[in-house]
DNA sequence: ACCTGAACACCGTTCAAGT
DNA sequence: ACCTGAACACCGTTCAAGT
């Protein structure tokens, strides 16, 4: 028994609709894309339209990054816990890229929503199976889940740089400024073959600390 | 021989008086408050006027951040390695508590300001004292910082949320969800004692990594 | 060069009114 | 309950005009 509106739209489609919308929109031209006005027009209806379904603005976004984070598969229950947490950062970063402009809005809502807490749970069960003590899960997820999305947000952001060439070259004649340790360092090492592959390396990294505050023995070192 | 404008006031001053206008204003009412018509407005002078320091709201926004950027002391060199990164760290995380509103702007600003390349430099300067491989220093250096800024950024942002009580309660009720992980751990562990004393056991898990990555023996582990 | 004032094309949200 | 249309108090930016 689902209501409907006089269109004979079920309430809870329509607001899916509006998610969708706003999130087509936000994919497209950014978040500063989304207005009250742009997602009702695409709707097809008057801004004034939406408030029945969001209180305002605020809780549109919040809606928006529960909408993008229900995109998010967990990982097989039954797959080691090492390979639970990468498919997960994987998945996450990948979902980052998907939708970047979405993704620097998960640093401003709380993690109590239920599609943030189902994955938050699923790293609290992959740390307890990796024997870390209790008093640390909450912790180390913290840490972990702060670098993964940190480091998509940094790379869809832009604080990564393009890394198209050039910068280097305008680095060594900032007037006044001298950069020391930059001179030290060959310049095409600067920016990583791949995000991809850096990415994987601290991941293992991180592993490794989990490995380490669990007790026990770290299986793999980074290395490039 | 400073240019100067009609009034009499150094044009370099003007551009300064307008950042330290908006950055007051991004403090007292967050980043939407910084509207090119509400700094103008606080510094005496039409929106236009702005517009000769600046040649929109993105180049004040990215002015903003070098302000802000500026303001972070640098450690002194001759402490340890060690003692630098965790200085470092800690300034860039206090800093973001005193600019809340600025400090999630930096993850769409390239590090290639003068202002944020003398961070970087530091940073790097630190890494190869530790005995970072060079192929390996600029790697570490973008994990240390996403994992810092990306720290401060989920305390003052709300993502961390607001550590009040009586959320846990309300997640064993949300119907249709499991949190079984959540169930194993106690629950006044959800929440740190001190935001900042996690932040510690977080730094020195990540100069474990570096001290590993180095070659050299990890000193402390982690604990809380 | 620096600044003004008017204008344009937008915002989010409230409110009274319709069905 | 859901939606409209007008209105209010804002935006960033362009443009012609002043000094």
New interface residues.
């Given amino acids: 028994m689902t209501e409907r509106n006089r269109g004979g739209v079920a309430v809870a489609d329509r607001r899916r609709e509006i998610l969708d919308t706003a999130l087509a929109i936000a994919d497209e031209g950014g978040i500063e894309a989304v207005s009250m006005r742009a997602v009702a027009q695409r709707v097809g209806v008057t801004a004034m339209a939406l408030y029945p379904h969001f209180r305002g603005k605020e809780a549109l976004l919040d809606g928006l990054v529960g909408r993008v984070l229900a995109e998010l598969t967990l990982p097989d229950p039954a797959a080691p816990w090492r390979d639970r947490l990468r498919d997960l950062a994987h998945a996450a970063r990948r979902l980052a890229h998907r939708h970047p402009a979405v993704a620097?809005l998960?640093?401003?809502?709380?993690?109590?929503t239920?599609d943030a807490?189902?994955v938050?749970?699923?790293i609290?069960?992959a740390l307890?199976d990796a024997g870390v003590p209790?008093?640390?899960?909450?912790?180390i997820e913290?840490?972990l889940s702060?670098?993964v999305?940190?480091?998509a947000?940094?790379e869809v952001?832009?604080?990564?740089?393009?890394a198209t060439m050039g910068?280097r070259e305008?680095?060594g004649q900032?007037p006044g400024?001298v950069?020391?340790?930059?001179n030290?360092?060959?310049p095409w090492?600067?920016?990583?073959w791949s995000w991809e592959a850096?990415f994987d390396?601290?991941l293992a990294?991180?592993v490794?600390?989990i490995s380490?505050?669990a007790g026990a023995p770290?299986t793999g070192?980074?290395g490039?």
Same sequence: chains 1, 2.
């Fill in positions: 620097p998960l640093f401003s809502r709380p993690a109590v239920p807490l189902r938050v749970d699923a609290y069960q307890l209790s008093d640390q899960v909450a912790r913290r840490m702060t670098f999305l940190g480091y947000v940094s952001g832009g604080r990564f740089g393009t910068t305008k680095r900032l400024l950069l020391q340790a930059h030290e360092l060959p090492l600067d920016a990583p850096e390396s601290d990294d991180l490794a600390v380490t505050v770290s070192k980074a490039r």
